[in-house]
C-alpha cells in the first residue's frame, strides 16, 4: 500500500520528553477502515505514539518529535499543516469516559460542531446528533433524555457519549487510549462490539495494555516495548505465530 491509501503511516519516528528517549524510531503502516491496537506493557510509550498521530503531543511542552507521520499520505508536522485541521480529521477518546457535566447529553454531541459552525440550521444539528448517537449504539438508550447531564449515565454510556461527540465532526480516524480501562465488563463488550462496526467507516487505532484485547478486536497489531517496535503484524498471525521471542512471552502473560 502506498502512503495515500494508508490511514497513518510513522517514518523513524522518535520521541523524547526530555532527554528521555521515549519512542525509537518506529516506521508503521497503519490501513484504512481496521482496528489496529498497539498493545504493550505500562510505560512502553503506547499513549505517546497515539498522541504524535493528532499533533497532541505538542501540549507537552518538554516532547520533541523527530521522524515523520502521514496521515493519508499528508505529512503532518509539515509547516505547513494546521494542527486544527489535523485534529479534526482524527477523533481521540481517553481512558477516563470525560463528557462535560455542565453539559446535556445533547450538548455533548453537539457542541463541537456548533463551536466550528459545521450545520446551518437546528434540524440539521438534530439529525447529526441523532447520526452520531446511534454510530456510537447509544441512541436507544439516550433518545427520551437528551436534556439530561451525563452525571446519570453509566460510565460504558459515558464512554459511549464520548465517541459519539467525536464522531459527530465525521474524523477519519478515531485514537482510543485504553477506552475499556475503566468500564465495566459488559460496558467493556459493547464498546468492543461497537469496534466492529465503526471500523467499516472509520480506521481506528486502539491503544491496549491487554493482549486479550487486542485479540478479540484488532485486524493488525503492533507490539511496544521500551520505546522500540517488537513486531506488527496481522493479529492472528502475532498470537499465533509470533517472530519474536518476546511477543511470545507478552501474549503468554509472561512478561507482565
Ligand atoms: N509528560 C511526560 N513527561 C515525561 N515523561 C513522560 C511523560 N509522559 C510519559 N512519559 C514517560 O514516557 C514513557 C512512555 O509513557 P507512555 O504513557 O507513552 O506509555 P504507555 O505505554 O502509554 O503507558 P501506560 O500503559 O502506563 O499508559 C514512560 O517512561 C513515561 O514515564
Same mark, same amino acid.
Given at each position: 500500500?502506498?502512503?495515500?491509501?494508508?490511514?497513518?503511516?510513522?517514518?523513524n519516528?522518535?520521541?523524547?520528553?526530555?532527554e528521555?528517549h521515549?519512542i525509537?524510531g518506529?516506521?508503521?503502516?497503519?490501513?484504512?477502515?481496521?482496528?489496529?491496537?498497539?498493545m504493550?506493557?505500562s510505560g512502553?510509550?503506547?499513549?505517546t505514539?497515539?498522541?504524535?498521530?493528532n499533533?497532541l503531543?505538542?501540549?507537552n511542552?518538554?516532547a520533541?518529535?523527530?521522524g515523520?507521520v502521514?496521515?493519508?499520505?499528508r505529512?503532518?508536522y509539515?509547516?505547513?499543516?494546521d494542527?486544527?485541521?489535523?485534529?479534526?480529521?482524527?477523533?481521540?477518546?481517553?481512558?477516563?469516559?470525560n463528557?462535560?457535566?455542565?453539559m446535556t447529553?445533547?450538548?455533548?454531541?453537539?457542541v463541537g460542531?456548533?463551536?466550528?459552525?459545521l450545520?446551518?440550521s437546528?434540524?440539521e444539528?438534530d439529525?447529526?446528533?441523532?447520526?452520531?448517537?446511534?454510530?456510537?449504539? *447509544?441512541?436507544? +438508550?439516550? #433518545?427520551?433524555?437528551?436534556?439530561?447531564?451525563?452525571s446519570n449515565? $453509566?460510565?460504558?454510556?459515558r464512554? &459511549?457519549?464520548?465517541?459519539?461527540?467525536?464522531?459527530a465532526?465525521?474524523?477519519?480516524v478515531?485514537l482510543?487510549?485504553?477506552p475499556t480501562a475503566?468500564?465495566?465488563p459488559v460496558g467493556t463488550?459493547?464498546?468492543?462490539e *461497537?469496534?466492529f +462496526?465503526? #471500523?467499516?467507516?472509520?480506521?481506528?487505532?486502539?491503544?491496549?495494555? $491487554?493482549p486479550?484485547q487486542a485479540? &478479540?478486536?484488532?485486524?493488525y497489531?503492533a507490539?511496544l516495548?521500551l520505546?522500540?517496535?517488537?513486531?506488527?503484524?496481522?493479529?492472528?498471525?502475532?498470537?499465533?505465530n509470533?517472530?519474536?521471542e518476546?511477543?511470545?512471552q507478552?501474549?503468554?502473560?509472561?512478561l507482565?
Amino acid at each position: 500500500m502506498n502512503s495515500v491509501s494508508l490511514a497513518v503511516e510513522t517514518r523513524n519516528l522518535h520521541v523524547y520528553y526530555g532527554e528521555n528517549h521515549v519512542i525509537k524510531g518506529v516506521n508503521l503502516k497503519i490501513p484504512p477502515k481496521s482496528v489496529f491496537a498497539l498493545m504493550g506493557p505500562s510505560g512502553c510509550g503506547k499513549s505517546t505514539m497515539l498522541r504524535t498521530f493528532n499533533r497532541l503531543i505538542e501540549l507537552n511542552a518538554d516532547a520533541r518529535v523527530e521522524g515523520d507521520v502521514l496521515l493519508f499520505g499528508r505529512r503532518v508536522y509539515s509547516p505547513e499543516t494546521d494542527p486544527i485541521e489535523i485534529r479534526k480529521q482524527v477523533g481521540m477518546v481517553f481512558q477516563y469516559p470525560n463528557p462535560f457535566p455542565h453539559m446535556t447529553i445533547y450538548d455533548n454531541v453537539a457542541v463541537g460542531l456548533k463551536l466550528n459552525r459545521l450545520v446551518r440550521s437546528r434540524e440539521e444539528l438534530d439529525e447529526r446528533v441523532e447520526w452520531a448517537l446511534r454510530k456510537a449504539a *447509544l441512541w436507544e +438508550e439516550v #433518545k427520551d433524555r437528551l436534556d439530561d447531564y451525563p452525571s446519570n449515565l $453509566s460510565g460504558g454510556q459515558r464512554q &459511549r457519549l464520548v465517541i459519539a461527540r467525536a464522531l459527530a465532526m465525521r474524523p477519519k480516524v478515531l485514537l482510543m487510549d485504553e477506552p475499556t480501562a475503566n468500564i465495566d465488563p459488559v460496558g467493556t463488550q459493547k464498546i468492543e462490539e *461497537l469496534l466492529f +462496526e465503526l #471500523k467499516e467507516d472509520y480506521t481506528i487505532v486502539l491503544v491496549t495494555h $491487554s493482549p486479550a484485547q487486542a485479540a &478479540r478486536v484488532s485486524d493488525y497489531v503492533a507490539f511496544l516495548y521500551l520505546g522500540d517496535l517488537i513486531e506488527v503484524g496481522p493479529t492472528r498471525k502475532v498470537f499465533e505465530n509470533p517472530e519474536h521471542e518476546l511477543t511470545e512471552q507478552y501474549v503468554t502473560g509472561a512478561l507482565g
